[in-house]
C-alpha cells in the first residue's frame, strides 16, 4: 500500500487544519493508521491512530484538539487538528502497522510511510 499525506499548511494559532492521508494498492480496513509528526530537531513521535477495527488512540497534547476519523469509502484517513498552538508545528506523517494495539504508539511497528506535510503554526 502508498501512503499519500496532504493538507498541512501555514496557520495562525488557535485555528484548524485537516491533514489526509490517502492509500492506494490496498485497504485501510486491514490496518491500523498511525500519524506521527517530527518538528525541527526533535525525534519523530506519535501523535494518534485509527485502528481497523475503529479505535482510536491520542498522545495527551493533542487530546480533546486532534480527531482521527476514517473515510473507507475514499479509502483516506483524516487528522483533524483544532485549536493549533506553535508547538504542533513538525511534518506529520501517516504510516500503517499490523502491531497489537499495545504497541501502535511505537513507531518501530509501522510501515508504508508517506512523504509528509509540513503544518507551521505562527503565534
Known amino acids: 500500500v502508498q501512503l499519500q499525506a496532504s493538507g498541512g499548511g501555514l496557520v495562525q494559532a488557535g485555528n484548524s487544519l485537516t491533514l489526509s492521508c490517502a492509500a492506494s494498492g490496498g485497504l485501510f480496513r486491514s490496518y491500523t493508521v498511525g500519524w506521527f509528526r517530527q518538528a525541527p530537531g526533535k525525534e519523530r513521535e506519535f501523535v494518534a491512530c485509527f485502528s481497523w477495527d475503529g479505535k482510536t488512540k491520542y498522545v495527551d497534547p493533542v487530546k480533546g484538539r486532534f480527531t482521527i476519523s476514517r473515510d473507507s469509502a475514499k479509502n483516506t484517513v483524516f487528522l483533524q487538528m483544532n485549536s493549533l498552538k506553535p508547538e504542533d508545528t513538525a511534518v506529520y506523517y501517516c504510516?500503517?502497522?499490523?502491531?497489537?494495539?499495545?504497541?501502535?504508539?511505537?513507531?518501530?511497528?509501522?510501515?508504508?510511510w508517506g512523504q509528509g506535510t509540513q503544518v507551521t503554526v505562527s503565534s
Open positions: 504510516a500503517t502497522t499490523t502491531v497489537i494495539w499495545g504497541r501502535v504508539t511505537e513507531e518501530i511497528h509501522y510501515r508504508n
